[in-house]
């Protein structure tokens, strides 16, 4: 899910798609109108889910999509090598998430660790562990 809104409304830290993944900006320049064209800008953004870095250039008044991300809390129910497996505190439904690239992370995960995950345009990521 993503609502539209205008380039020039956007600024660094926020979420746009760009080449239709969620993304944060981490980089946003501006460059003044011509004398034959708008004003364009420039964008950097990582990718939430698959931390590419992606770039778009395009005019300010040029709409763009926002993604819809979903803040919820989980506990961990099992570990694998290559995911985890886990249940949403709130509505007990049970799923399994890629196990996170960052170290800090995954190294603090354990069964009946409370985490927090971040949903959006159908993908699922460990943010961060809760507590302990």
């Not at 949403?88 to 927090?116: C, N, R």
Request: positive net charge.
């Amino acid at each position: 899910m993503s609502r539209p809104t205008d380039l020039g409304s956007v600024k660094e830290g926020s979420y746009i798609l760009i080449d239709g993944e969620p993304c944060r900006i981490v980089e946003y320049d501006k460059s003044k109108p011509g004398k034959h064209g708008s004003a364009k800008a420039r964008v950097v953004g990582i990718g939430l889910f698959d931390n590419v870095k992606r770039t778009m250039v395009s005019p300010v008044a040029s709409n763009i999509e926002v993604p819809m991300i979903e803040k919820r809390s989980g506990q961990v129910i099992s570990l694998a090598p290559n995911n985890v497996q886990i249940m949403d505190l709130q509505t007990f439904a049970i799923f399994d998430v890629p196990m996170p690239p960052e170290e800090e992370i995954k190294s603090k995960l354990a069964a009946g660790m409370e985490i927090e995950y971040w949903e959006g345009m159908g993908k699922k990521k460990i943010m961060r562990t809760k507590g302990g």
